[in-house]
Every structure is written in C-alpha cells, then in structure tokens.
C-alpha cells in the first residue's frame, strides 16, 4: 500500500532539475519527461520513481510469463523496459549480435519513492514502509544544487566496418527485390570502450538539445539508459490501446498555401506512403 501527500511547488523547471540531482543517490532510478509538450493522451508532465522495493529480471526465455507473475503478486507501479530480443521468446528467432553491455533482456521494479507531477502539484507516493520520510526528504531534494560536470573526450568508433555496412545493405536489398520484404530497418552501434562520462550530465544536454515528448533516464546501479524519443510506442487507457509512432514527416509554414502544398506533396510521395503503411503494419 502507498501513502499519497500533496505538494505545491512555485518553480516546476527548477523543481525537475532538483529532483533529478537528489534521485543520483539510489540503485535504481527511472525519470520520464514530457518536456511540457502538449499530448492528448497525457497523464503528468514529468515522473520520477527511485529505490527498488522488488524488482524482476531474466532473459528472453519465458519473460512475459516471469513479468505476468510478478505484476500479479505486486499489483503496485512498476518501471523498466522490454529489450528488443524479447522478439526470441514469441517467435523462432536467435541474435548472434555481440553484447558489451550485458543488459537483462528484461527488468522492472517496484519503487519505493515515487513522484508525479503535473504543472505545479506534486504528488508523492511512498510505500508505507517509508512514508516517514516524506518530509525529510522533501525537504532534501528542495536543497539540492546542480553539480557542474567537466567536459571529457571519449573516442567513438563503429562496430560494423564500411565494407561490412555496404555487404549487409546489398542482402537486404536483395530481399527487397525478391520480395521478401519492403522496407527494412538497419540499425548500427556506435561505442566508446573504457568511457569517462557523467549520464546525468549527458542525458541533460541530450534532452535540451532535442526536448522530446518521450524523455528517459532510466538508472540500475552501473547501468544506464538515455532516450529523447519523439514516439509513444503504446499507452492503454481502459479497452482502448494507443499508439502514436512517426513516420513521413513534412516541413510546416507559417503561410497556409504553402503549408497546405508542404502536406499534399508528404501524402502523395510514394516513399512516405509507403513507411505509414510499414508502421501501421508494425504496430
């Protein structure tokens, strides 16, 4: 059971910020910001939920049924993430990929300090195991001052050579034709080895740099996860699943002729047409 304590705050963007210096001290930490963009389909402006009560994770065998259980016995909030290779456990597939950051393919938690947040109302929800130390702790994260972080270099390099890139494109390509597929997604890594980096700092400048609807710092111990998504992948509000992917996008004008010949020229390009039935397919 959770204990649910109301709280007005004067400043939200100075708020956030505090919130996100004073969440660095726990294992676990997830933050997900709308960046005041405005949804049809939105709950809060920003979420913070820190400290893992319980938690779950494994690998693609039988993930949906080891969440299945644990969301059961919980029945409480839940943040974590469903890897891609999850695809290995509804469909004969396999990934040879090589993994330098040995993430579980599953992890979700219960957390014991969570925060939401809607213009200037916060509502803290603690487990009640430590509704205690609301005030205290409230009282902390108003305190809190962003640290300043020193620039450092890393070298990023690619993990698929050009000729190996090139190689992959002429398979696909191959499908392509054959008609084994229409569009196909080629995704590349990039990685620095030994790097010196402070994620909170990097997930700020990220955010500030793109200010998506979709923001993500996600934190588990020495593991970390950025994103600056503009997609919601799904949301469910009752028997109604929403899904709200991009693809095809046009330039808009301030002038309704030409933003109006800007949306008629995206609809009848044969190659964007051609990804909006893709996702649509997809999803």
């Keep these: ?26 294992r676990e930490v997830v933050f997900l910001d709308s960046n005041e963009y405005h949804q049809n389909y939105s709950s809060y402006d920003y ?3 820190v400290d893992a009560f319980t938690s779950v994770k494994t690998d693609f065998h039988n993930a949906f049924e080891d969440l299945h259980q644990y969301q059961s016995q919980t029945k409480d909030w839940l943040f974590g993430y469903l890897s891609y290779d999850l695809k290995n456990d509804i469909e004969d597939l396999k990934s040879t990929n090589f993994d330098g950051l040995d993430f579980p393919d599953l992890y979700f938690f219960q957390p014991k300090k969570l925060f939401l947040i809607k213009e200037n109302q916060v509502e803290v929800c603690y487990l009640n195991m430590c509704d205690d130390e609301v005030e205290d702790d409230f009282e902390k994260i108003i ?8 620039p450092s270099s890393n070298i990023i390099k690619q993990r698929i050579s050009k000729e190996k890139y090139l190689e992959k494109v002429s398979k696909m390509l191959e499908h392509i034709h054959r008609g084994d597929i229409y569009e196909a997604n080629f995704c590349m890594e990039f990685y620095a080895e030994n790097a010196q980096i402070e994620p909170l700092d990097v997930y700020q400048k990220l955010n500030a740099i793109s200010e998506p609807p979709f923001a993500t710092f996600f934190k588990n111990d020495k593991q970390y996860l950025m994103s600056a998504s503009p997609e919601r992948y799904l949301k469910k509000e009752e028997t109604k699943v ?42």
């Design 1 to 26: 059971m959770r204990t649910s304590i109301f709280k007005t705050i004067s400043n939200a963007a100075e708020f956030k910020s505090q919130l996100l210096t004073w969440s660095q001290q726990f």
């Design 47 to 49: 979420v913070l939920a």
């Design 143 to 150: 305190a809190s001052t962003s640290i300043f972080h020193l």
């Design 242 to 283: 929403i899904s709200q992917p991009i693809k095809g996008t046009s330039k808009r004008f301030d002038d309704l002729e030409m933003d109006e010949n800007s949306k008629k020229l995206l609809s009848e390009n044969p190659k964007e047409r051609s990804e909006n039935i893709m996702i649509v397919d997809l999803v």
